[in-house]
């Protein structure tokens, strides 16, 4: 691995308006040297019976391994134009997933997999900002993180519609004859519907107020020393809005180390405070 880090502040002491501001910024890029000659690839990130995370020689570690979904199939000559090698074992039917046949065999199998996604961002970054004028106080921290993407698995509870659970309401614009859909298949097509593919792969990316805070410092002599040394009244709040792309409940959830890089498994977002 490597990269750099910096820091920038500046900090404005004079006369009764005081103010500082620090910026930070980083950058990481990892590569895989060798899995010691035994092996050519480690997985890991497993969900519903497939990994989605992947180490190989040569790449980024913990890089998203799926297929590249390539729209819907609307009729059944658009199957059998890319199922040549088998077209009557194929269970796929017009509705369902069209994959890239990146290896062009005729067939959809675990060959046409590839590198589909980064889990590690090109860079991330904080600001804080500070301001005191007499006896009034305000802090603002911006987070953030760019070019990092996210492997969305409540897709596939929401818009899966593999079996008999709730569903979000995009599935009611799923495929049907006459609505052709080219993002949500049909409900109950083929297994490999569900499959790890750019499907579940989104921008991660995002711009979050982290904290912000305004505080008034009573004068002492309002109380007296004897009953209090300093005494602050103040309002705050967290993460109180966040710039993103990203469909998920949110893009800071994905933040685990290892295999589950970047993998968002629908857990419960860093809630909004004030």
């Not at 980024?60 to 390539?70: A, N, Q, R």
């Not at 799923?174 to 579940?200: D, E, L």
Request: aromatic letters at 12%; hydrophobic letters at 30%; proline letters at 4%.
């Amino acid at each position: 691995s490597k990269g750099f880090e910096v820091t920038i502040g500046y900090n404005d002491y004079e006369g009764d308006f005081k103010w500082a501001a620090n910026l930070n910024f980083g950058t990481s890029k990892s590569e895989a040297k060798s899995l010691g000659g035994t092996v050519t690839e480690l997985l890991g990130g497993d969900f519903e019976g497939e990994s989605i995370t992947r180490i190989t020689e040569g790449q980024t570690l913990y890089h998203y391994y799926g297929l590249v979904m390539d729209g819907i199939y609307q009729n059944q000559a658009e199957v059998n134009a890319v199922f040549t090698a088998n077209p009557s074992q194929t269970t796929v039917t017009p509705g369902d997933i069209r994959y890239k046949d990146l290896n062009n065999d005729g067939n959809i199998t675990n060959a046409d997999k590839t590198i589909i996604g980064d889990a590690l961002p090109d860079f991330t970054y904080g600001l804080n900002l500070d301001a005191s004028y007499k006896n009034w106080d305000f802090n603002m921290f911006f987070t953030g993180l760019q070019g990092r993407d996210l492997i969305n698995t409540n897709i596939y509870d929401l818009e899966g519609m593999s079996r008999l659970f709730n569903s979000g309401v995009n599935v009611m614009d799923r495929w049907t004859p006459t609505n052709p859909s080219n993002s949500i298949p049909k409900a109950g097509g083929a297994p490999q519907n569900t499959s790890i593919s750019t499907r579940y792969l989104e921008d991660g990316s995002f711009t979050r107020l982290k904290n912000l805070s305004i505080g008034y410092t009573l004068p002492s002599e309002v109380f007296g020393q004897n009953y209090f040394s300093k005494c602050r009244i103040y309002i705050s709040g967290q993460n109180l809005f966040t710039i993103t792309d990203y469909s998920g409940l949110d893009p800071e959830i994905g933040n685990s180390n290892g295999f589950q890089s970047g993998i968002d498994r629908g857990a419960f977002p860093q809630p909004k405070t004030c």
